[in-house]
Each structure stands twice: as C-alpha cells, then as structure tokens.
C-alpha cells in the first residue's frame, strides 16, 4: 500500500500483481456503526495492538471510518473482483493509462485534471449532475494497486453522498471508476485524473471545454516539471492531446 508521501514518487511504478484475494476484505468488510462503536471484526483491532501502527494509508483508511455510516457497497466475491479487474485490464495499461486502442475504437478522449484527494465537494456534485443527465444511475470503484487486506472493489450509486464517501474512503489511493458497460471511466491516481469518455461527458463531468481544461493541465505541469521534458504529468498531458 502507498503511504501519502510515497504516491508522488510512484506514479510511473509498477502496480504490481492485481490477481484478487480471498484474504482482501476479511478486516474491512464489516464497518463502524454510526456512533463508532468500534470494528464488529474481531481482526483488526488484535492487529493494531499487536503489530504496533499499520502503514499510514490503511491508518487512515481506519481513521476515515470510526464515525461514518456505509453508504458504497463491498464487492467481496472474489470471482466478482477478477471479472472486474479484467475488464479494466481491457481499457488500460499499467491499470491507469488508457489502451490507445480502446479510445480510437469508442472514438473516447481523454483528459488529465490535477488531483487533490480525487473530488472536491464541487467536482463529486458536478460530476454526478453530468453522469445522471446522461442516464448512469451505477457504477463500480476498482482498486488499480494493491490494497490487501482493505477492500479492492466498490459498488456505488451515482449520487453526490457515495461520490462523498468513495473521497473519503479511497481518496488516497489509486482507483478506476466507470460502468458496468465501461460507457465511460475516471481513473484517479495521487498526481491526477484522467477523463475518459465522449467529449460532450468528459467536458459536462470537468465542467470546462476539453481545450481549456487541456491547457490548465499542461500549465500546471509544466510548474512542477522545473524544465524536465520526462516529467511524467507532463508526458501524461501530451500524450493524450496527440490522441
């Protein structure tokens, strides 16, 4: 699992093997009551007595769900996970970077956009508005790194609530988002977005003109690139625009 400070380094890494896990939701899969009672799964706080302090992702992870209520549903089926983890191995490269294949043949663009935790309050609501306009009421949240042993696999409605919890949940960590019939995607890493999709999709869940939001993200690229041509948000920008 990627501690926060190691995300920025780690982009262009290796994700490493993505094969599910019988094991992966046996601490998570049970979550706080309302009132943060405590976990009801007698495995997770006999791990963090006994082990000392877990590795600061799934610290916070824990952290994130004393006091919360489930409102994203787990998919524990583990044949489920696979499936899914295939079909995104379909659509992407490195399980972030789109197949240039995939988005010629669906006629897709795709556009980065910065990434602060994944979605700020505006842009959850603003994608959410897009995506039910365009008649998507559900979707799935799939790990691209490994998270053993937290949950790899969400199901969620289009609402601004699940959009909410899926911030706080996974807002550290690298996921891919989209349909059941992969209409369209949002896959979120700890340095940027990518938008995949129609263009007319794409720029309604962005809330600006594909050019703009183009240029907004190379500018900001090219800050933080301090001249390195290889800068990897930067190679990111452009590969896509040439698309």
Not at 152 to 180: H, K
């Amino acid at each position: 699992v990627l501690c926060a400070g190691e995300g920025f380094a780690a982009v262009d890494a290796p994700l490493g093997n993505m094969t599910g896990d019988s094991r992966q939701d046996t601490t998570a899969a049970t979550w706080h009551d309302a009132k943060g009672v405590g976990w009801r799964h007698e495995c997770s706080q006999k791990q963090s007595r006994s082990s000392g302090c877990p590795p600061c992702s799934i610290w916070w992870w824990v952290q994130g769900h004393c006091h919360s209520v489930q409102l994203m549903t787990i998919v524990s089926n583990l044949g489920e996970i696979e499936d899914y983890q295939a079909r995104i191995g379909e659509m992407t490269e490195d399980r972030i970077q789109f197949r240039t294949n995939w988005l010629r043949q669906r006629g897709w663009c795709v556009v980065p956009v910065e990434d602060g935790m994944h979605f700020s309050a505006s842009d959850s609501e603003r994608i959410v508005l897009a995506l039910q306009q365009a008649g998507y009421d559900q979707c799935i949240a799939i790990a691209t790194e490994p998270l053993d042993p937290l949950p790899q696999c969400y199901r969620m409605s289009i609402t601004v609530e699940d959009f909410a919890e899926f911030n706080q949940t996974c807002g550290l960590f690298w996921f891919l988002i989209t349909d059941e019939d992969r209409s369209w995607a949002i896959s979120c890493n700890n340095s940027y977005d990518l938008f995949a999709g129609d263009s007319k999709l794409v720029e309604a869940m962005m809330g600006k003109a594909i050019p703009a939001a183009r240029e907004e993200f190379e500018k900001f690229s090219r800050q933080l690139a301090h001249g390195d041509p290889d800068y990897l948000p930067l190679r990111v920008a452009q590969h896509y625009a040439e698309l």
